[in-house]
């Protein structure tokens, strides 16, 4: 078996040993198991759908707590409403480049 040595920034090597350990696997696995996901063909029509089966498949796709296309609850549409009507004007900031 060979090895593989690789220089990475710290931040990243941090959050890849979170990762494992929330995966309940070792670094070297869970690394392995990513680079395996990403080189085996598949017969994907993208390359992105490739690869989200090829993570699905190694068990490392993460599935957003909300779904695309789906509506956020009434009360975060409600904040976000209320939020956006404070501040400046567009047409204030546009005189003030004036």
């Given at each position: 078996?060979?090895?593989?040595?690789?220089?990475?920034?710290?931040?990243?090597?941090?959050?890849?040993?979170?990762?494992?350990?929330?995966a309940g696997?070792?670094?070297n696995d869970y690394v392995t198991s990513i680079?395996?996901?990403?080189?085996?063909?598949?017969?994907?029509?993208s390359p992105s759908?490739?690869?989200?089966?090829?993570?699905?498949?190694a068990g490392l796709l993460v599935t957003p707590a909300r779904l695309p296309g789906s509506r956020p609850p009434a009360d975060a549409v409600a904040e976000a409403g209320a939020r956006a009507t404070t501040?400046?004007?567009l047409s204030d900031h546009i005189s003030d480049q004036r």
């Open positions: 078996m060979a090895q593989l040595t690789i220089r990475a920034s710290d931040d990243l090597i941090e959050r890849v040993r979170a990762s494992a350990a929330d696997r070792s670094m680079l395996d996901a990403v080189t085996d063909p598949d017969l994907a029509d759908e490739r690869l989200r089966e090829r993570l699905r498949r501040g400046r004007t």
